[in-house]
């Protein structure tokens, strides 16, 4: 009791924010001990360097190739010699052979590179330990040219913007069926949008085993996928609060499916774009074809929460621009600077976004849902099934 | 937005990095405009690493591929090998004087006594005596490429030792090194000097060890007496043998695992001659030369290095340095018997070889044979095998002879090397 009775006492006497400082200015202080003494110079004399190198960006023109690398390991490290497939090479390095901790390097190769063929890049270091990127089909790196810019507008078209507004022609089919049917599209819809979202954390987390560790890929992916989940939510709770509970909630809907999908779109032109300008993938008609029915479906979901409504033309529009746009602009970043990052981000945000949007649909269909009968019967089980199967047999288009 | 910053940079590196690459790089498209003729494919590969050595008039010739999407390439795109040039700290050998240096060890400065000592016996025969040293080194086998080796004396490959057949053969060894080493012998002794079992092991020296005086010219009964076992222990042992058969030999590490042991770097080169010396004959017409035939002997040993210790070698090379001979080309006079004494002892690679352009050799395998059948411009070397190879540069034909291992992943990956034929007195 003696003690109760001295505590307050005590923090009256010493202000909160001198309390709250206190073991930021201790950390300090151990942190200059230990930056002075340096008792890891023990640890570090013993081990050899752990050198860690990662590829950014490969250029190729017609007889260079150029590489920009970026140390991702403890140390720097020391570029000592280029080889190419298997041969030492000709090569300059800017700014400096020795990288640091998190800093870049422009590897420019002189070489007779191979159209369609493979060539594997090698650098070793000074203490022998190397490095390697394959290029797996050696074609001349897009340059930013007004004719490639409107060739990447079209791949955009062509795989995002026209099969969306495909999708969306169904909207006055939709209008005249019934009641139970808009039902079973519904969960259809939830269907290709949680097949989405598990697409894009696949191709995500692809994306993390071969990110430079120290940018923490899983971190990103967590940023990107929960804080567009948590921002969605509370923009759907913040819309519906201004409203209140108006007829057009499905509008909004309709809004938010169309903007996950365009997320989801953008970074899909992205890794288009992406292994197109590396030369990972040619794109044949037969690709171009797959995505168009696999995209069709992103139309169809778009406006599956118009059955009821309907929507006047201009409406229909921007949402088909929210839905299929960004392909285009996924297509030009993708093509022209394609950066591991980007993507990962991307696609952890339209992931966040597909299964918020999947989630909003269920609720809303929960709250409209006459309480006396389950909400979840075979007939929507059904349209949950086909929702995936279609989005699985698609896919095997677009397998790449 | 990057891009167009990647390509600003592709015009100005051109520009910054050095004046060759700045006169060759817009000479892509002058010749596109051009539409001069083309060289074929082969030819450029293997010529082209030469033109960095030489003047700028060959430079200047534009090698063309004819057959690629693109309409030009520049001579830099088909320049391979290394980049810059190794430092003199932390040499393996020192290249050229290597290739002559018989009974030499490249560091003397890191020995406590004479390297070698010769003396006669109280029984009329030649003593040779050596003092090897194993120790750790980093080591530059390419520039700015350093390998953690093993070495004899601080070199690799270690020093190359020459004795007559019959001479006695005295090795002191004392290991300085991390590791149990030994020296194992090609060639007859007894199997007490083999180098090779468990308990021939010689452990890094205690420093306790060196109670009684040791090297060349010591007195090695107090060490004899000693039990062989306990001498090991305390890290020296002493090899003794005589000079046989007459040949080409090798020694190398015989500990376990033999495999890093040996490619960590202790390996060398064991010479013995015939009585009088070996017999100098024309390797064209396989006929006797005079006595006084002008000789220039070469050791060189073919050797790899694997750097990053996956089991396959980053580096190959002769006498250690990737590309050294064909950035320095060994200058050697016209019309002198040119001997070279070639030893494999590559690691991983099951197979090596030697290929001589514009010209043929004489092949003597293993050096047992004072006589050859075997005239080729090509020869094939198991790990471990060996030969002496003799060639003769034509009169009226100077100039630069490549050769190389016929691996062209070996020969692009530094073992390619270049003789300068020269007319009368020779320049290094």
């Given at each position: 009791m003696n003690e109760s009775g001295q505590q307050p006492r005590a923090s009256r006497r010493v202000p909160v924010l001198v309390l709250a400082l206190l073991p930021l200015v201790l950390l300090g202080l151990l942190v200059a001990v230990f930056v002075t003494s340096d008792p890891t110079a023990v640890l570090k004399a013993s081990f050899p360097p752990i050198e860690e190198l990662a590829f950014q960006r490969v250029t190729l023109e017609p007889g260079l190739i150029t590489l920009k690398v970026s140390n991702d390991g403890p140390d720097s490290l020391t570029i000592a010699q280029v080889m190419v497939d298997d041969a030492y090479w000709n090569f300059t390095i800017e700014p400096d052979a020795t990288i640091d901790r998190l800093g870049n390097a422009t590897v420019k190769i002189p070489y007779a590179w191979v159209k369609d063929e493979t060539h594997v890049v090698k650098f070793i270091t000074s203490t022998g330990v190397t490095f390697e990127h394959e290029i797996a089909v050696a074609v001349e790196s897009p340059r930013p040219t007004a004719a490639l810019f409107g060739l990447f507008a079209l791949l955009g078209i062509y795989v995002g913007v026209l099969p969306v507004a495909l999708g969306m022609m169904w909207l006055p089919a939709l209008r005249r069926t019934r009641r139970k049917f808009i039902e079973v599209l519904l969960f259809l819809t939830i269907g290709l949008l949680v097949f989405l979202g598990f697409d894009a954390l696949e191709e995500a987390l692809e994306i993390v085993e071969g990110?430079?560790?120290?940018?923490?890929g899983m971190g990103l992916l967590v940023i990107g996928g929960i804080g567009s989940f948590a921002l969605l939510t509370a923009l759907n709770n913040e819309l519906a609060a201004r409203q209140g509970?108006?007829?057009d909630s499905s509008a909004t809907l309709s809004y938010m499916i169309a903007s996950g999908i365009g997320l989801h779109n953008l970074a899909e032109g992205l890794a288009i774009g992406a292994a197109y300008a590396l030369g990972e993938i040619t794109l044949g008609s037969m690709l171009v074809l797959g995505f168009m029915l696999h995209n069709i479906t992103e139309g169809l979901a778009v406006v599956a929460p118009l059955a009821k409504s309907g929507a006047a033309l201009r409406r229909l529009v921007c949402l088909g621009a929210i839905a299929g746009g960004p392909t285009i602009i996924g297509a030009w970043i993708g093509g022209f600077t394609y950066s591991p990052l980007w993507s990962l981000l991307f696609l952890a945000i339209g992931a966040g976004a597909i299964f918020q949007v999947a989630w909003q649909i269920l609720a809303q269909m929960a709250r409209q849902h006459e309480p006396r009968s389950p909400l979840f019967d075979f007939a929507n089980l059904g349209g949950l099934m086909a929702g995936f199967l279609i989005m699985y047999t698609t896919g095997l288009l677009v397998a790449v | 937005m990057e891009t167009s910053d990647i390509t600003n940079k592709t015009d100005q590196s051109g520009g910054s990095a050095d004046e060759d690459k700045r006169a060759s790089l817009p000479r892509l498209s002058r010749r596109a405009f051009l539409g001069t003729g083309a060289v074929a494919g082969t030819g450029v590969a293997l010529t082209a690493p030469l033109l960095r050595n030489t003047s700028s008039e060959a430079r200047a010739v534009i090698l063309a591929s004819?057959?690629?999407?693109?309409?030009a390439h520049s001579a830099d795109a088909h320049r391979m090998g290394t980049v810059g040039t190794i430092g003199e700290d932390r040499q393996p050998v020192r290249p050229m004087h290597f290739l002559g240096a018989f009974n030499e060890t490249e560091f003397p400065e890191l020995l406590p006594s004479d390297f070698h000592l010769e003396s006669k016996l109280p029984n009329g025969a030649r003593l040779h005596e050596y003092l090897f040293i194993a120790s750790d080194k980093e080591i530059e086998i390419a520039p700015g490429l350093y390998f953690p080796a093993w070495t004899y004396n601080g070199q690799v490959p270690g020093p190359t030792l020459r004795a007559t057949r019959g001479d006695r053969i005295r090795i002191w060894f004392i290991n300085e090194g991390s590791h149990p080493h030994t020296i194992h012998f090609h060639g007859w002794h007894p199997f007490e000097q083999d180098g090779s079992m468990l308990h021939q092991f010689v452990y890094p020296?205690?420093?306790?060890?060196?109670?009684y005086p040791f090297g060349p010219g010591a007195d090695p009964t107090p060490w004899l007496a000693m039990d062989p076992i306990e001498r090991r222990r305390r890290g020296l042992d002493i090899y003794e043998f005589e000079a046989d058969p007459v040949g080409l030999h090798l020694y190398h590490c015989h500990s376990l695992p033999l495999k890093r042991h040996i490619h960590k770097g202790l390996y060398g080169t064991f010479i013995v001659d015939p009585p009088g010396g070996r017999p100098k004959i024309d390797p064209h017409t396989n006929q006797p030369l005079p006595p006084d035939h002008p000789l220039h002997e070469l050791v060189m040993v073919m050797n790899g290095f694997d750097t990053n210790f996956d089991g396959d070698n980053e580096v190959y090379a002769i006498n250690s340095v990737a590309f050294h001979y064909q950035v320095n080309p060994i200058p050697v006079r016209i019309g002198d018997l040119v001997r070279v004494y070639l030893v494999n002892i590559t690691e991983f690679d099951p197979v090596n070889s030697f290929h001589l352009h514009a010209g043929f050799f004489r092949v003597y395998r293993t050096?047992?044979?004072?006589?050859?059948?075997e005239y080729s411009d090509m020869a094939m070397f198991c790990q471990g095998e060996r030969a002496i190879l003799e060639m003769r540069f034509r009169e009226g034909w100077p100039g630069k002879y490549m050769f190389h291992a016929h691996q062209s992943e070996f020969a692009e990956l530094g073992w390619m090397a270049l003789f300068d034929a020269q007319e009368g007195e020779v320049m290094a």
């Open positions: 990110f430079p560790r120290v940018y923490q509970d108006a007829a | 004819h057959n690629g999407p693109h309409d020296s205690t420093g306790e060890a060196m109670e050096g047992t044979n004072l006589r050859s059948d």
